[in-house]
């Protein structure tokens, strides 16, 4: 990226997994849909974090892996190249949920996908529906499924090109926060109290 000042994440770069392949590809039509088209045939988009729940402005050490000690970058994307999504919800399309509009709703469709699976013919019709279903997860302030407060939401970004003059911060790993659940703050604590009793005694 240094040379040439932006750089395009390539599909060869992707997990070969069905599951995101399948998930990927949708993201990348509901992209284009939006008006953000590829810049090449092969591209696949970047992920950010734009909030990781509420008051946390960044991710934490277990949202990435990779070799030779990656680092965090803090980027300043103009929000008409960045399609946002609800990271939960995103859920919804990696498992091929259906997010359905109200509870009879989920109801009918997961009785016509039922039989739709039993007779091994799942119409397209089906198909269109679920899909049209995840245009839920950039809907940041729908309550079809409840996800929480709008304000404690994780928010997901996705975009095509990491240009240069879009870095403004590089945080190194040592520097992110441990997610940790509230029994694991306990569990850590409890532990940390019997360490110090057995030094004390």
Not at 6 to 23: G, M, T, Y
Not at 63 to 92: E, M, N, T
Not at 164 to 175: Q, T, Y
Request: hydrophobic share 40%; net charge negative.
């Amino acid at each position: 990226m240094g040379n040439e000042g932006s750089l395009i994440c390539r599909s060869e770069h992707v997990s070969d997994d069905p599951i995101f392949q399948n998930a990927y590809a949708w993201m990348k039509s509901s992209m284009i849909q939006a008006g953000l088209p590829a810049p090449a045939a092969d591209a696949s988009p970047w992920w950010c974090w734009v909030r990781r729940d509420e008051n946390h402005p960044g991710p934490y050490t277990e949202d990435y892996a990779g070799p030779d000690d990656p680092v965090v970058l803090q980027l300043s994307i103009p929000s008409h190249l960045v399609v946002l999504s609800c990271f939960d919800l995103w859920h919804f399309v990696l498992n091929r949920w259906y997010v359905g509009a109200s509870e009879a709703d989920e109801h009918e469709f997961v009785l016509a996908w039922g039989n739709s699976k039993e007779d091994m013919n799942t119409s397209p019709a089906l198909e269109e529906r679920l899909q049209n279903s995840w245009s839920a997860i950039f809907e940041l302030d729908q309550n079809k499924v409840d996800m929480g407060r709008f304000e404690a939401k994780s928010i997901q970004g996705c975009f095509w090109i990491l240009q240069c003059d879009h870095v403004v911060g590089v945080m190194e790993s040592a520097k992110l926060d441990s997610y940790q659940h509230p029994h694991q703050l306990l569990e850590n604590g409890m532990e940390e109290s019997l360490d110090q009793a057995a030094e004390d005694g």
